[in-house]
């Protein structure tokens, strides 16, 4: 197949954007509608050697745990052991619900600045279709 090279290339192209990371901290979030995509993405994504990613949608940074003081210092020792190797060059998590939330923008800026953050959109019709499939057919 002619478009796996291809595709390989994209995807080292994208892990050598998180070779600045510093290091201890998710540094990329796939984000988006549902039925957009993420969970290709995510698992996409997962299986290249240098990315290493925890369960998809773990919901951290949208739960209620989070202070509203942003000069409190948070442990984050928990949700960093859902990742099996935090010092890989790309640690990835995706939950959908990200993109929706307004608390999480800033939650994950104070999180990590310099993540890279993924959204995933789709055409109305065809994520409706898609839904729709998924729940009746």
Avoid at 2 to 18: G, M, Q
Avoid at 54 to 66: L, M, T
Avoid at 69 to 86: G, I, L, T
Wanted: net charge positive; glycine share 4%; proline share 7%.
């Amino acid at each position: 197949c002619k478009a796996a090279p291809r595709s390989a290339k994209s995807l080292v192209r994208v892990v050598n954007l998180f070779h600045h990371r510093s290091h201890m901290k998710v540094n990329a979030f796939i984000m988006g509608a549902q039925k957009g995509g993420t969970t290709a993405l995510f698992e996409f994504l997962a299986s290249h050697s240098e990315i290493s990613a925890g369960k998809k949608e773990p919901h951290y940074f949208d739960s209620g745990e989070f202070p509203k003081d942003s000069n409190k210092r948070m442990d984050h020792s928990e949700y960093h052991a859902r990742f099996p190797q935090m010092d890989s060059p790309c640690c990835l998590e995706a939950t959908p619900i990200y993109m929706y939330w307004r608390p999480v923008r800033d939650r994950l800026y104070r999180y990590n600045p310099e993540a890279k953050l993924i959204f995933l959109l789709r055409r109305p019709w065809d994520r409706a279709h898609s839904h729709w499939r998924m729940n009746v057919a």
